[in-house]
């Protein structure tokens, strides 16, 4: 019959508290390995939470997305409608979303990389002109800025935290969406999705 103090003994060695440090140890670095490993295609997924009044049902892959006129930063107006024939990225963020701020230059690089072969829009949920304007001169930003400061845009697409990404193939046609920021692969994967 074993001795019933053995737990104890364990505990009060050298040895048994070193097994047990060994085996943490070992157990925090497979966790790390695999939230971590290389190849893995999971990016961050930041979102900040925000308030949207009235705001319809998110458009779903396979729906025919919302269509909108706005006027962007220089003062033109921006459709839907006038967009078809292109596929269309629709970015809904936030000049004071920590998110979207990291992951702009990744956007902003896509932009220039693809040569217009997809219409890439930044939305900005409840941002009038003259909070968006001075946010896009500092990172120079070339594609398309659209302030929602009434918020509906927003609206229309069921936005609750941003960043949030549409997907749009050349018919308009909701081809992905996804929530939170987006690793450069993750934005070539979506985007090839619109563009075949």
């Not at 829009?121 to 001075?134: D, L, R, S």
Request: hydrophobic share 45%; proline share 7%.
């Amino acid at each position: 019959m074993p001795d019933p103090d053995w737990r104890a003994r364990i505990r009060g060695s050298r040895l048994g508290n070193l097994t047990v440090l060994a085996v943490t140890a070992l157990a925090v670095l497979i966790g790390s390995w695999l939230v971590m490993r290389p190849g893995d295609e999971a990016a961050p997924v930041a979102v900040s939470k925000v308030d949207v009044p009235g705001a319809a049902a998110a458009p779903v892959v396979g729906d025919q997305a919302p269509g909108f006129t706005a006027t962007d930063l220089n003062g033109a107006s921006v459709s839907l409608d006038g967009l078809r024939g292109r596929p269309v990225w629709l970015v809904f963020m936030a000049t004071w979303c920590t998110g979207c701020r990291a992951e702009v230059p990744d956007v902003q690089g896509f932009h220039e990389r693809s040569g217009g072969e997809v219409e890439v829009i930044a939305v900005y949920v409840g941002e009038p002109a003259t909070a968006v304007q001075p946010f896009a001169d500092r990172l120079g930003l070339s594609f398309t800025q659209l302030p929602d400061g009434q918020t509906t845009l927003s609206s229309a697409y069921g936005v609750m935290g941003v960043p949030a990404h549409f997907f749009l193939d050349s018919a308009g046609v909701v081809q992905e969406t996804r929530i939170g920021v987006l690793s450069p692969d993750q934005i070539d994967q979506a985007v090839a999705k619109v563009t075949v």
